[in-house]
């Protein structure tokens, strides 16, 4: 009989939105002990409402580290400089700090009439008088502002000057914004260097005199700042949802044209819900910063499920949405150009979106950027998308990483599932040979895998003190290659107490490899001692009768093993799907016990011993690939 709610509740997902996490975050989280349910039922997860307002509260008060170092800072309270908004040599950006220190100093809390007069205020000295209808828009109360400013001199005292193509108004506000508003709308905005790196590789030697572009999620007007000169005013579109900004926009795009037609510059910058309205245009460029991570409401989500393919999913990606739409109103041979997160390429939820952007479209550029923004753990790309109603090609696609930049010659097999696109045609030749190896065999459907032990609560079940009832359990931080590190945990193994616990014969299985979860590495070591693991460390138990574990062992810790990984997946976690896709070799018995006496020597060796095990052991793996030295020296890399 299933159990029923008698109290009220909220489900995994009501908390992870009110916590501006995605239900994936909080999924691991509940693995990882820091969230417990306090009731489980039928494989779903429910939280009472004091749980969450415990939350809030340690958000809030800072006891809650977890939540705190993530993303999520909704709750943050406090003004801040966002200095890398704008060039590092504006002259401004003392200026602003000082306007920032003095509002902080002077403790006040910054309301939208506070923040318009703050704008008005320093927007006059860099906007002539012929502008000032719309410095007017900003100001609702003139005798509220003009008694603030009288009574708060101190702000006041410095002076911004005049800076071709800065977004200095921009600067101010986001500097003044609620940071946990700004990330709670999934407004990421973006450094003027990223902007500048995406508008050089859009526009680089090509005529754009009379192509129409617009900046469906413009933000303060960055990227029209930086649009080459002789792109023509008539032609520039942009919108928000957030009235400030496009206040500013309007602003900053009468001074990028040096404008004065109110109706040009009113009807070119407009609040719009670009997602429920669209632009009701074809463009030949659309361009910037879509939001991430957006909190939609329920109606709205309903409505979006309605008219996207990338909303059909449990979670929708606010960029995913986006991107639909911009490709919908692109002219033939159009191109979308967006500064976007990496997972927009390789992670399984934005799936539909590739599916639907490989139907007729094909990505012309991409630059892997690592992580830019300010606070946020997350590597970003600039992609550029040709819309030409043709299925989707690789050949010709720029690819840039760091100081290396290729072009792909071939037309590569791509799958929606993962777009990887970091390798050369070189390497990507490589990978094709290895994958495509004879008398081979996967880990699929020929293993056992599962998760470490979720405790629910570490400091309660994990000691630092060895007693006669305790016993060792490892992280995935005392994965070495091969073989482990004991850190000084301990734990008494009691199943039932735990949140959760994989089956007790996987933990103690007379030989077992544990690998870490989060990691841009493969990393596996050798396990016969039956020893406990906690959930960042997990577990693989090899089933092929013909190859024993250690030889599978050598193969997965090889250079070969971490070349597939890095250059099919390119992910900074360890997936059991990853692992799956690994071809192992098939070898003679004679072969096995050499590569076992091998790791047998690694799992004994003296710390002066192990690289050189670990090297010999990696170049006769390569060899079983059927390497030759310049391929070994290419996975090698």
């Given at each position: 009989?299933?159990?029923?709610?008698?109290?009220?509740?909220?489900?995994?997902?009501?908390?992870?939105?009110?916590?501006?996490?995605s239900s994936a975050t909080g999924r691991n989280w509940i693995k990882l002990g820091k969230f417990i349910?306090?009731?489980?039922?039928?494989?779903?997860?429910?939280?009472?409402?004091?749980?969450?307002?415990?939350?809030?509260?340690?958000?809030?008060?800072?006891?809650?580290?977890?939540?705190?170092?993530?993303?999520?800072?909704?709750?943050?309270?406090?003004?801040?400089l966002y200095s890398s908004y704008i060039s590092e040599t504006s002259v401004n950006l003392s200026t602003?700090?000082?306007?920032?220190?003095?509002?902080?100093?002077?403790?006040?809390?910054?309301?939208?009439?506070?923040?318009?007069?703050?704008?008005?205020?320093?927007?006059?000295?860099?906007?002539?008088?012929?502008?000032?209808?719309?410095?007017?828009?900003?100001?609702?109360?003139?005798?509220?502002?003009?008694?603030?400013?009288?009574?708060?001199?101190?702000?006041?005292?410095?002076?911004?000057?005049?800076?071709?193509?800065?977004?200095?108004?921009?600067?101010?506000?986001?500097?003044?914004?609620?940071?946990?508003?700004?990330?709670?709308?999934?407004?990421?905005?973006?450094?003027?260097?990223?902007?500048?790196?995406?508008?050089?590789?859009?526009?680089?030697?090509?005529?754009?005199?009379?192509?129409?572009?617009?900046?469906?999620?413009?933000?303060?007007?960055?990227?029209?700042?930086?649009?080459?000169?002789?792109?023509?005013?008539?032609?520039?579109?942009?919108?928000?949802?957030?009235?400030?900004?496009?206040?500013?926009?309007?602003?900053?795009?009468?001074?990028?044209?040096?404008?004065?037609?109110?109706?040009?510059?009113?009807?070119?910058?407009?609040?719009?819900?670009?997602?429920?309205?669209?632009?009701?245009?074809?463009?030949?460029?659309?361009?910037?910063?879509?939001?991430?991570?957006?909190?939609?409401?329920?109606?709205?989500?309903?409505?979006?499920?309605?008219?996207?393919?990338?909303?059909?999913?449990?979670?929708?990606?606010?960029?995913?949405?986006?991107?639909?739409?911009?490709?919908?109103?692109?002219?033939?041979?159009?191109?979308?150009?967006?500064?976007?997160?990496?997972?927009?390429?390789?992670?399984?939820?934005?799936?539909?979106?590739?599916?639907?952007?490989?139907?007729?479209?094909?990505?012309?550029?991409?630059?892997?950027?690592?992580?830019?923004?300010?606070?946020?753990?997350?590597?970003?790309?600039?992609?550029?998308?040709?819309?030409?109603?043709?299925?989707?090609?690789?050949?010709?696609?720029?690819?840039?990483?760091?100081?290396?930049?290729?072009?792909?010659?071939?037309?590569?097999?791509?799958?929606?599932?993962?777009?990887?696109?970091?390798?050369?045609?070189?390497?990507?030749?490589?990978?094709?040979?290895?994958?495509?190896?004879?008398?081979?065999?996967?880990?699929?459907?020929?293993?056992?895998?599962?998760?470490?032990?979720?405790?629910?609560?570490?400091?309660?079940?994990?000691?630092?003190?060895?007693?006669?009832?305790?016993?060792?359990?490892?992280?995935?931080?005392?994965?070495?290659?091969?073989?482990?590190?004991?850190?000084?945990?301990?734990?008494?193994?009691?199943?039932?107490?735990?949140?959760?616990?994989?089956?007790?014969?996987?933990?103690?299985?007379?030989?077992?490899?544990?690998?870490?979860?989060?990691?841009?590495?493969?990393?596996?070591?050798?396990?016969?001692?039956?020893?406990?693991?906690?959930?960042?460390?997990?577990?693989?138990?090899?089933?092929?009768?013909?190859?024993?574990?250690?030889?599978?062992?050598?193969?997965?810790?090889?250079?070969?093993?971490?070349?597939?990984?890095?250059?099919?997946?390119?992910?900074?976690?360890?997936?059991?799907?990853?692992?799956?896709?690994?071809?192992?070799?098939?070898?003679?018995?004679?072969?096995?016990?050499?590569?076992?006496?091998?790791?047998?020597?690694?799992?004994?060796?003296?710390?002066?011993?192990?690289?050189?095990?670990?090297?010999?052991?990696?170049?006769?793996?390569?060899?079983?690939?059927?390497?030759?030295?310049?391929?070994?020296?290419?996975?090698?890399?």
């Open positions: 009989m299933t159990e029923v709610l008698t109290e009220r509740m909220i489900s995994l997902n009501e908390l992870c939105e009110q916590l501006s996490i349910p306090q009731k489980v039922i039928d494989g779903n997860y429910f939280f009472s409402i004091g749980y969450l307002n415990d939350i809030k509260s340690s958000i809030i008060n800072g006891q809650n580290e977890s939540l705190k170092s993530r993303r999520n800072k909704r709750y943050v309270s406090g003004n801040n602003v700090q000082h306007i920032v220190d003095a509002i902080n100093e002077l403790n006040i809390e910054l309301t939208k009439e506070i923040i318009s007069t703050v704008i008005v205020y320093f927007a006059r000295q860099i906007v002539d008088n012929r502008y000032g209808y719309l410095l007017e828009d900003i100001i609702n109360n003139f005798g509220y502002s003009n008694d603030f400013v009288n009574g708060n001199p101190k702000i006041f005292q410095s002076k911004l000057i005049k800076e071709k193509d800065e977004d200095i108004l921009g600067l101010l506000y986001l500097s003044l914004k609620a940071l946990g508003d700004r990330k709670a709308k999934g407004a990421y905005y973006t450094p003027t260097s990223i902007v500048k790196r995406l508008v050089t590789s859009l526009f680089y030697d090509v005529d754009c005199s009379r192509k129409t572009i617009i900046d469906p999620c413009c933000g303060t007007g960055n990227f029209i700042l930086q649009l080459p000169s002789s792109i023509a005013a008539e032609n520039v579109y942009a919108s928000d949802i957030d009235l400030m900004s496009v206040l500013i926009s309007r602003v900053n795009y009468a001074l990028k044209f040096n404008l004065y037609d109110k109706n040009l510059i009113y009807s070119h910058v407009s609040l719009c819900d670009y997602l429920e309205n669209g632009s009701g245009r074809k463009y030949d460029y659309i361009i910037g910063n879509p939001p991430w991570g957006c909190d939609f409401t329920l109606e709205q989500k309903t409505k979006l499920k309605e008219k996207y393919v990338s909303a059909k999913g449990t979670n929708i990606e606010s960029y995913d949405v986006v991107v639909e739409q911009a490709l919908s109103e692109l002219n033939m041979d159009g191109i979308l150009a967006f500064v976007l997160p990496e997972a927009f390429l390789n992670v399984k939820t934005h799936t539909p979106i590739r599916k639907y952007l490989m139907k007729e479209n094909s990505i012309s550029y991409i630059e892997y950027l690592g992580e830019v923004f300010d606070g946020v753990q997350c590597p970003s790309i600039i992609v550029q998308i040709l819309h030409n109603a043709r299925p989707f090609l690789t050949k010709g696609m720029i690819v840039k990483r760091g100081e290396q930049e290729f072009v792909i010659d071939t037309n590569r097999e791509v799958n929606a599932e993962c777009f990887n696109f970091i390798t050369n045609d070189s390497q990507y030749l490589l990978l094709e040979k290895i994958m495509n190896i004879p008398n081979k065999v996967y880990l699929k459907d020929n293993a056992q895998f599962a998760l470490g032990i979720v405790t629910g609560d570490n400091s309660k079940y994990i000691s630092k003190i060895k007693t006669s009832s305790n016993e060792i359990i490892l992280k995935g931080s005392d994965i070495l290659k091969y073989k482990y590190e004991g850190s000084g945990n301990f734990i008494d193994f009691i199943a039932d107490e735990f949140q959760q616990v994989a089956p007790i014969e996987i933990y103690r299985a007379n030989e077992k490899l544990l690998y870490k979860f989060i990691s841009n590495k493969l990393v596996f070591a050798y396990d016969d001692k039956q020893t406990l693991s906690l959930n960042s460390c997990n577990i693989l138990i090899p089933q092929i009768p013909e190859l024993s574990v250690k030889y599978i062992l050598a193969v997965l810790n090889s250079s070969v093993a971490q070349f597939v990984f890095k250059n099919k997946f390119n992910s900074i976690k360890v997936l059991r799907s990853h692992i799956e896709q690994i071809p192992i070799p098939i070898v003679s018995k004679n072969i096995q016990e050499e590569i076992e006496n091998l790791v047998d020597n690694i799992l004994v060796s003296t710390e002066e011993e192990y690289q050189n095990l670990c090297e010999e052991l990696d170049y006769k793996i390569s060899k079983i690939y059927t390497l030759t030295d310049a391929e070994i020296s290419m996975v090698s890399c």
